[in-house]
């Protein structure tokens, strides 16, 4: 089974910005379309970004798209989410997982929190 683990949440004022990481174990990783998710207080996890095994071909949520930059580092089983021009709705627990999940063997991670204060 593939263990994921987020990091890079924090608390950042509205404008800031923060990177994730999320480091995959196994050997499969390289083979799969990757993706970030986030899941808000009372709210249903949602799409936020996703990227191409290869990496050459990325998406986003349209609420996002200009601000966050999803890339990865096959060699480092990780991919990252660099999050700019942080808003208050952009709070949430932010997840990665392949894209689409869910695929066989990938359990979701603990995700990572991130906060964003006016």
């Known amino acids: 089974q593939v263990q994921l683990v987020e990091s890079g949440g924090g608390l950042v004022q509205a404008g800031g910005s923060l990177r994730l990481s999320c480091a995959a174990s196994?050997?499969?990783?390289?083979?799969?379309?990757m993706g970030w998710f986030r899941q808000a207080p009372g709210k249903e996890r949602e799409f936020v970004a996703a990227?191409?095994?290869?990496?050459?071909?990325?998406y986003y949520a349209d609420s996002v798209k200009g601000r966050f930059t999803i890339s990865r580092d096959n060699a480092k089983n990780t991919v990252y989410l660099q999050m700019n021009s942080l808003k208050p709705e952009d709070t949430a627990v932010y997840y990665c997982?392949?894209?689409?999940?869910?695929?066989?063997?990938?359990?979701w991670g603990q995700g990572t929190q991130v906060t964003v204060s006016l």
């Open positions: 990227i191409s095994w290869s990496g050459g071909s990325t």
């Open positions: 997982n392949a894209a689409p999940p869910p695929a066989t063997g990938w359990a």
């Open positions: 196994g050997r499969t990783f390289s083979s799969y379309a």
